[in-house]
């Protein structure tokens, strides 16, 4: 075996400061986003770009290539973003939501707001640095937690307005004749809209039916908090 020689440097070059990822985190939780960028300052095509916490009129945003964000404030910046734009040229953030939030009422509503990758706390950190270098090349990522909601959401039929009334009261533990009383129908009508609830949800059981929705987010509390 040949050894290496006294100077040899196994490192690979940098690589120059143009051909990098420009990284903004914007993270509310001040340990997760040192965690953030202390894994962003260890790749080797990332750059870490410094921000404020002044969403209203910090322009790092502008300048970087992808945001990692927490929900709240990645759909923040992606507003602020556009509310910029209105005013003077600029081109869109690509957001990559890190959030524990996996509904599929808050994924779609991150989604269709603007964000481009939607990744779940306990991801792997190498789906996290993949998902960086996706939406740098322009495409979407959606980590296994949000791509197996949104397959739900499509695989699964819409409630009407009034399954949903009657799976709102169900949630909250009422009974046929409760829900029938409080909604001024038939007892029998409560019972055919719980067939198609059940049907639509996949569920067999009142308490599968409540898991669902949790997990669905289909009566969840207001998204912007």
Not at 170 to 194: F, M, Q, W, Y
Request: hydrophobic share 45%.
């Amino acid at each position: 075996m040949i050894p290496w020689p006294k100077n040899h440097v196994d490192k690979a070059p940098p690589i120059p400061i143009g051909e990098r990822i420009r990284i903004l985190v914007r993270y509310d939780d001040p340990l997760l986003a040192a965690g953030l960028m202390a894994i962003i300052r260890e790749q080797r095509d990332f750059e870490l770009v410094a921000g404020t916490a002044d969403l209203a009129s910090d322009d790092a945003g502008l300048c970087a290539d992808v945001v990692i964000a927490d929900y709240v404030r990645g759909l923040e910046c992606i507003a602020g973003a556009r509310h910029r734009a209105r005013t003077r040229p600029s081109k869109m953030p690509c957001v990559l939501i890190l959030t524990q939030r996996d509904s599929e009422r808050e994924i779609r509503h991150a989604l269709e707001n603007g964000a481009q990758g939607y990744l779940t706390l306990g991801c792997d950190l190498d789906e996290l640095l993949i998902a960086v270098r996706t939406l740098h090349r322009g495409l979407r990522h959606l980590g296994a937690v949000a791509a197996r909601r949104m397959a739900d959401s499509i695989a699964s039929e819409l409630l009407t307005a009034r399954e949903m009334d009657v799976l709102r009261l169900l949630v909250e533990g009422h009974a046929n004749k409760s829900i029938a009383k409080r909604l001024d129908i038939a007892a029998g009508t409560v019972k055919t809209h719980l067939k198609g609830i059940f049907q639509k949800l996949g569920a067999a059981t009142r308490t599968e039916v409540a898991a669902v929705a949790e997990r669905r987010g289909l009566l969840g509390s207001p998204l912007w908090q």
